[in-house]
């Protein structure tokens, strides 16, 4: 079954425009920007016409270090452009304009005009999507944008990004996700897992534009390391350039400053490096001035859909303790695990075909006080076997819920985000 990832919606003009979508897929082995190059350029190049930009890779962690980004800039009064990925509800959450998600209006006549300067060229879904945010971005004021990486880094479609726009670059956690694309055979290139991850996340590299990550395994800090080295961009890696640590209050340090923020608002003992991650990208570039307490405003305001979210009571959750995660890979369930040691609760899983069960279901075997398996919708999904013995099938989510006891126990749904999408819209959490 092909993923429904191009979404829905109640308006008739972006729903013409999402039909047109879901007919594109990425040519079976085609690598490489000339597609995407080649569309901005009947387009106008809008990618050149942007306000300074902040470019985030990275297997996990890049989403939330988008949303610290973003608020801290909107702390300050900027006004940010932003383009992440996937959706959880609606289409339009990709492609936020200075501050405020797309109207249906503008998202239909821009999603038009790029699918028809481009119909003979064969794009993707995601070069479809990334044109149309480049141009809706080239023509709404702002002052700086946050780019998500959309997967992997050096042929993403949004690596046709460009020096003169570029404010800095991340890279956030790196771990194997999309191995078939990712890790696909390739003359040249590292032969390592692990370092070929870094080696296509650091391909967002740019002369002369400051590269902050992480500090990660000795073959992945090498090709990061080298990918620097090689196109002439200055590198801060956590640890020796800045170091960030969390706990009550969170500590950064560089060079130039050190000061303490707030704790982020975001769930998570790992979001303290996503909240570093984005300070040393601000406090590393000079395209745009940030300030202290538009950092420490920023770190409180900062929201991210379905990332260890708290569910707030409603027509799904009722008045329990729900969370909502939808990582999907060895390194969300690591995180979860930890967040969780000690405590009990409710697994509701849903994992589309292909995923592991057991990245999720190893590191919280001592949590779980019970596991139910749920469809995830418009895709393939494991059973209830996939998860281990004890594990039951339900129907769909609402039967889920009304399945488990009523003991007390917070509830944890998690698996995927086609599954997290779900869960937002039948609690009338739709993200704004």
């Not at 939330?64 to 990925?85: K, N």
């Not at 032969?191 to 740019?206: C, L, S, T, V, Y």
């Not at 393939?380 to 819920?401: C, E, N, R, T």
Request: net charge neutral.
């Amino acid at each position: 079954m092909k993923p429904l990832d191009f979404g829905r919606s109640d308006n008739p003009a972006v729903q013409a425009q999402l039909d047109r979508l879901s007919a594109l897929s990425v040519p079976q082995g085609r690598l490489g920007l000339e597609t995407i190059r080649a569309l901005l350029d009947r387009l106008g190049n809008p990618h050149r016409k942007l306000p300074p930009v902040f470019h985030v890779a990275g297997t996990n962690g890049k989403g939330s270090t988008c949303a610290f980004l973003r608020a801290m800039l909107e702390a300050q009064g900027y006004r940010v452009h932003v383009t992440t990925s996937p959706h959880l509800v609606r289409y339009n959450e990709r492609i936020r304009l200075a501050g405020e998600l797309i109207s249906d209006a503008k998202l239909a006549a821009v999603l038009a005009e790029v699918l028809d300067a481009g119909e003979d060229l064969g794009p993707s879904f995601f070069e479809v999507t990334i044109a149309a945010a480049f141009l809706a971005f080239s023509r709404t004021p702002a002052d700086a944008c946050v780019v998500e990486v959309g997967m992997g880094g050096r042929f993403d479609a949004t690596n046709v990004l460009e020096p003169e726009v570029l404010a800095a670059c991340g890279i956030a956690a790196l771990g194997l996700d999309h191995e078939r694309f990712l890790l696909a055979p390739e003359e040249g290139v590292p032969k390592e897992p692990m370092a070929r991850i870094a080696f296509e996340k650091a391909g967002i590299a740019k002369r002369g534009v400051p590269l902050l990550s992480l500090s990660y395994r000795p073959e992945s800090n090498r090709e990061v390391i080298a990918a620097a080295r090689r196109v002439g961009a200055p590198l801060g890696m956590k640890g020796d350039t800045w170091d960030c640590r969390g706990g009550t209050i969170l500590t950064y340090r560089d060079s130039a400053a050190t000061f303490t923020l707030p704790r982020p608002a975001l769930a998570g003992a790992h979001q303290a490096d996503n909240a570093g991650l984005a300070l040393a990208m601000l406090q590393h570039q000079d395209r745009i001035v940030i300030e202290p307490m538009a950092m420490s405003r920023g770190m409180k305001a900062a929201r991210w859909p379905a990332r260890m979210q708290r569910l707030a009571p409603g027509p799904l959750t009722g008045t329990r303790e729900v969370w909502l995660d939808g990582g999907h890979n060895p390194q969300a369930g690591a995180m979860l695990g930890e967040h969780f040691r000690g405590q009990r609760l409710h697994l509701v899983i849903g994992m589309i075909e292909g995923k592991d069960p057991a990245a999720l279901t190893l590191p919280l075997a001592a949590a779980t006080a019970s596991i139910t398996a749920v469809p995830v919708p418009g895709h393939d999904w494991h059973p209830a076997a996939a998860f281990g013995p004890d594990a039951k099938p339900a129907a769909d989510l609402i039967s889920a819920m009304a399945g488990i006891p009523n003991d007390r126990l917070p509830i944890l749904i998690a698996g995927s985000l086609y599954l997290a999408g779900e869960v937002l819209r039948l609690n009338d959490e739709t993200p704004d």
